[in-house]
T-cell receptor, first 111, second 115 residues
Framework: EDKVVQSPLSLVVHEGDTVTLNCSYE??????LLWYKQEKKAPTFLFML????IEKKSGRLSSILDKKELSSILNITATQTGDSAIYLC???????????FGKGTKLTVNP | NAGVTQTPKFRILKIGQSMTLQCTQD?????MYWYRQDPGMGLKLIYY???????DKGEVPNGYNVSRSTTEDFPLRLELAAPSQTSVYFC??????????????FGSGTQLSVL
């Protein structure tokens, strides 16, 4: 069965810390991996990764895919309280519109 | 900019009741999706549609029905509500297939409790 496993499930840090969130997947016919940030309500898109080893960056956030290890990491540097959220990882199967989500990592950034 | 609009925001149902969750988007998106999110869990795809008149099952379709008579609207129907359907429901849309378009646009969600 295709699945996505995120770790840790929960993380508490102080402002200014750097965090690394992990996502591993087992899937047939992998197409791409996506990261979303979910604060109070709807998830908002962060990154889509298709090629291994190419880092995508947006401000203090960056992400990279390792197809050999079937995993991806999301890095957040110099964390701020506004980064507190649930971070969701999902993969998209080739030839499908079905996104399969992990359970998410709940990040809490304390002042 | 309305985007994806879901109604209602909150609803409490009794077991066996039926209801329709409404979703409409004004971005002329072809692709629309319904997800549910249980506490502490990721989103699970219920149904999706690739265009008016075309729908398909996702991961967890049992207990739900959908229709797509227009490009804008994608309602989700619960016929006989069960406690297991207590969840937060998200509607989402995209113009192109997710494989080519990076972003899904999500509605703000409907919190449904079945008691």
């Amino acid at each position: 069965e295709d699945k996505v496993v995120q770790s840790p499930l929960s993380l508490v840090v102080h402002e200014g810390d750097t965090v690394t969130l992990n996502c591993s997947y087992e899937v047939t016919n992998f197409r791409s991996l996506l990261w979303y940030k979910q604060e109070k309500k709807a998830p908002t898109f962060l990154f889509m990764l298709t090629s291994s080893g190419i880092e995508k960056k947006s401000g203090r956030l960056s992400s990279i895919l390792d197809k050999k290890e079937l995993s991806s990491i999301l890095n957040i540097t110099a964390t701020q309280t506004g980064d507190s959220a649930i971070y969701l990882c999902a993969f998209l199967q080739g030839g499908s519109e079905k996104l399969v989500f992990g359970k998410g990592t709940k990040l809490t950034v304390n002042p | 900019n309305a985007g994806v609009t879901q109604t209602p925001k909150f609803r409490i149902l009794k077991i066996g009741q039926s209801m329709t969750l409404q979703c409409t988007q004004d971005m002329n998106h072809n692709y629309m999706y319904w997800y549910r999110q249980d506490p502490g869990m990721g989103l699970k795809l219920i149904y999706y549609s690739v265009g008016a008149g075309i729908t398909d099952k996702g991961e967890v379709p049992n207990g739900y029905n959908v229709s797509r008579s227009t490009t804008e609207d994608f309602p989700l129907r619960l016929e006989l509500a069960a406690p297991s359907q207590t969840s937060v429901y998200f509607c989402a849309s995209s113009y192109l297939p997710q494989a080519t378009n990076e972003k899904l646009f999500f509605g703000s969600g409907t919190q449904l409790s079945v008691l």
